[in-house]
C-alpha cells in the first residue's frame, strides 16, 4: 500500500513562513492525487483547508495555501500566526484503486 | 448547510457487536461517496474505506478489510461502519467525511471504547 510521508514536526516563528511537505512512496505526486490538507487542533474534528492541490474553502484563511513542489504536494503558511499551532494532515487520492491514504501529519509549534 | 451528524458515544466489551451511523443532510446524499476515519489515541487520522450510496460501490483500505463493514443506507441518507466482534486495539475516535477528492464536511466523530 501506498505510504505517505510528511515531516514529523517543524517550528516557525509568528510572522514567519513555513512550507509542509506530503510525499507518495509510489512516486511524484500530481494533481490527479487531489492533494486535501487538514488542520487539526487538540480535541477537535479535522479542519479542511485545501482540496485538489490548491484550491481554498471559504473559511481557510489567505496565509494558507498549497502547490506541488517538487514531486511532492506542500501546503505553505505565510505569516504564521499563533493560533496555526496545530497538527496538520494531507490525504492523497489513487484513482485506480479509488483508495486515499494519509500522511503521518506534522505538528506545527508556533514560536 | 452540509452537515453530516454521527451516532453518539459507544463503550463496548471485547467480542461484542457494533454499527455506527452517519447522517447526512443539505445535499444529495447517494451522489456523493463517503469515507471513514479512524484516529487512535494519541495518534494521527488512517482512511478506512468509501461507499457510494447510489449504488453502494465499496472500497476498503487493505488495512481495513474484513476487519470492518461500511455500508449505507440512501433511502434514509445514513452511512454506516459496522464490526462483528470488538477488540480493545478498536478503541478511537471515528470521523465520516464526504468525498472521494474533495473530503468536506465531517462528521463531529463518535467514540467508540472497547474495554474489559
Known amino acids: 500500500q501506498t505510504v505517505v510521508t510528511q515531516e514529523p514536526s517543524l517550528t516557525v516563528s509568528p510572522g514567519g513562513t513555513v512550507t509542509l511537505t506530503c510525499a507518495s512512496s509510489t512516486g511524484a505526486v500530481t494533481s490527479d492525487n487531489f492533494p486535501n490538507w487538514f488542520q487539526q487542533k487538540p480535541g477537535q474534528t479535522p479542519r479542511p483547508l485545501i482540496y485538489?492541490?490548491?484550491n481554498k474553502h471559504s473559511w481557510t484563511p489567505a496565509r494558507f495555501s498549497g502547490s506541488l513542489l517538487g514531486g511532492k504536494a506542500a501546503l505553505t503558511l505565510s505569516g504564521v500566526q499563533p493560533e496555526d499551532e496545530a497538527e496538520y494532515y494531507c490525504?492523497?487520492?489513487?484513482?485506480?484503486?479509488?483508495?486515499?491514504?494519509f500522511g503521518g501529519g506534522t505538528k506545527l509549534t508556533v514560536l | 448547510e452540509v452537515q453530516l451528524v454521527q451516532s453518539g458515544a459507544e463503550v463496548k466489551k471485547p467480542g461484542e457487536s457494533l454499527t455506527i451511523s452517519c447522517k447526512g443532510s443539505g445535499y444529495s446524499f447517494a451522489t456523493y461517496w463517503i469515507g471513514w476515519v479512524r484516529q487512535m489515541p494519541g495518534e494521527g487520522l488512517e482512511w478506512m474505506g468509501i461507499t457510494y450510496p447510489a449504488d453502494s460501490q465499496t472500497r476498503y483500505s487493505p488495512a481495513f478489510q474484513g476487519q470492518v463493514t461500511i455500508s449505507a443506507d440512501k433511502s434514509i441518507n445514513t452511512a454506516y461502519l459496522q464490526w462483528s466482534s470488538l477488540k480493545a486495539s478498536d478503541t478511537a475516535i471515528y470521523y465520516c467525511?464526504?468525498?472521494?477528492?474533495?473530503?468536506?464536511?465531517w462528521g463531529q466523530g463518535t467514540l467508540v471504547t472497547v474495554s474489559s
Open positions: 490525504l492523497l487520492y489513487d484513482g485506480s484503486a479509488r483508495l486515499s491514504v
Open positions: 485538489s492541490t490548491n
Open positions: 467525511a464526504r468525498g472521494a477528492t474533495t473530503v468536506d464536511p
